[in-house]
């Protein structure tokens, strides 16, 4: 965690007290947005949301411990009663946190903590984890808690990152063009993981090349020697570039990938799968193939490739984890909630994904379950509104209905739809497979 005096926060934020602290010996020990995580001797910004004003909560955070206010309006500190904390106010508490979390990001390469930054359309939390699995193996390490990967996760998790801590994983997210490389120019990653392009959020960016476009973004600010792990079948990506120094390494299943995925099974139990990669030269020139053979808890083939993402990483020079203890690693690592987490009811097995959906994990979330344990037993989808695909809500509902009633109408028994959007996948099925059977 980030550690402040009171005239370090003045400074870095251009503020102004309202309330002048007595002395600057007392230290901010940690930043919170939140008035009920706050405690003994944290520093509270209170930000302005769509749902709720930090302002409204400066007496809870006080009553928590908060040893600072940061604001952006001077009323609701003057209505607080007597006695006060400091408080400073700022133009704008979201740009000030920010700012705070860059000048942290200074504190942070001057300790040769390692930043690194995983964006992508699907599997960037589940990514971020296993990235953290693997290195927590041989050194301490901090990754973005829950989902915190917008604009105000992505300085918070800067900011929570001990300067004990050998390592941070950042997640990093976008739904409007532009906030990546915002992101990015906070926190300057020491390597960028993206983990694929699909069409998530693309009613904001209208097509795949600008998603590209935006997760790219993030590549640009890779810091001298940096390392950039992309998805190498991704023809999109096939001419990306990265600053001077740095190295990109591709992940994938064919032959032109520098890590090639290539047989993996599922079972009700996790996916294991085998990858081949090349990290050296022999003094002849020639490549030295390595064959390793992996096991995650987790199900789904693309979970293999998420998986895949975190062995550069573990194999960077600065990290170097052997690939027994990345193996090992791999075998103790908890999927997040929500995403294809399996579930024992009784008889029944769920297998929930209802996180967040669009048209890449849904169909990633159908394939896994088309081949998801005993063949004999009746495999049931049902699917719901894929959300923020604008104008192409309805024509990706019913190419989602076409190719699941063209793939696996022999694998998956029947399938339920719910929502206005989802309707139009019965649709879809419908016009590929009358026979498949599904409920509206």
């Known amino acids: 965690m980030s550690t402040w005096t009171p005239n370090q926060l003045q400074t870095i934020t251009c503020g102004t007290w309202l309330v002048r602290p007595g002395n600057d010996d007392v230290g901010v ?63 704008d508490t979201v740009r000030a946190l ?12 001057a300790k040769g903590i390692k930043v690194i930054a995983v964006t992508g359309s699907n599997g960037k939390t589940t990514t971020r984890r296993l990235i953290h699995q693997a290195l927590s193996s041989q050194a301490r ?3 973005s808690p829950k989902s915190f990967n ?51 959020h693309i009613g904001h960016f209208g097509s795949r090349q600008a998603i590209a476009k935006e ?30 120094e740095c190295q990109i390494v591709r992940v994938g299943r064919t032959a032109n990938c520098d890590y090639v995925l290539q047989e993996s099974q599922t079972t009700k139990d996790g996916v294991s799968f085998d990858v081949q990669y090349s990290l050296e030269q022999d003094v002849f020139g020639n490549w030295q193939v390595h064959h390793l053979t992996l096991a995650i808890p987790m199900v789904g083939e693309h979970n293999a490739v998420n998986a895949m993402m975190a062995l550069p990483i573990a194999n960077w020079d600065c990290i170097d984890i052997s690939t027994a203890d990345f193996a090992q690693t791999m075998t103790k690592v908890a999927g997040a909630d929500m995403r294809l987490e399996v579930q024992q009811l009784g008889d029944i097995t769920l297998i929930n994904d209802a996180y967040n959906a669009n048209p890449d994990s849904m169909k990633a979330a159908l394939s896994t379950l088309a081949h998801f344990g005993d063949p004999q037993r009746r495999r049931i989808a049902i699917l719901g509104d894929m959300l923020e695909l604008a104008e192409l809500g309805e024509a990706m509902h019913d190419e989602l209905g076409r190719w699941l009633a063209a793939q696996y109408a022999q694998h998956i028994d029947h399938v339920i739809v719910i929502g206005e959007l989802a309707a139009h996948i019965a649709r879809g099925i419908e016009h590929v497979n009358p026979k498949m059977q599904y409920t509206t």
């Open 29 to 91: 020990q940690d930043i919170s947005i939140d008035s009920r995580h706050v405690g003994p001797g944290d520093g509270f910004f209170a930000i302005t949301g769509e749902r709720f004003d930090g302002h409204d909560y400066l007496r809870q955070a006080i009553e928590q411990g908060a040893s600072v206010l940061i604001v952006d309006r001077r009323q609701p500190a003057k209505a607080l009663d007597e006695p006060l904390v400091p408080v400073l106010l700022v133009d």
């Open 98 to 109: 920010q700012d705070l979390a860059r000048a942290y990001r200074t504190i942070l390469r």
């Open 215 to 244: 997760k790219s973004a993030l590549l640009q600010y890779l810091t001298r020697d940096g390392l950039a792990v992309i998805p190498g079948d991704e023809p999109l990506l096939e001419n990306i570039s990265v600053p001077d």
């Open 150 to 200: 917008n604009h105000l996760g992505v300085p918070l998790t800067l900011l929570n990152t001990s300067l004990s801590d050998r390592f941070v994983v950042a997640e990093v997210g976008s739904n409007h063009p532009g906030e990546i490389a915002q992101l990015a120019d906070l926190i300057r990653p020491d390597a960028a993981v993206i983990t694929n392009i699909g069409t998530a």
């Open 141 to 143: 390490g901090y990754q």
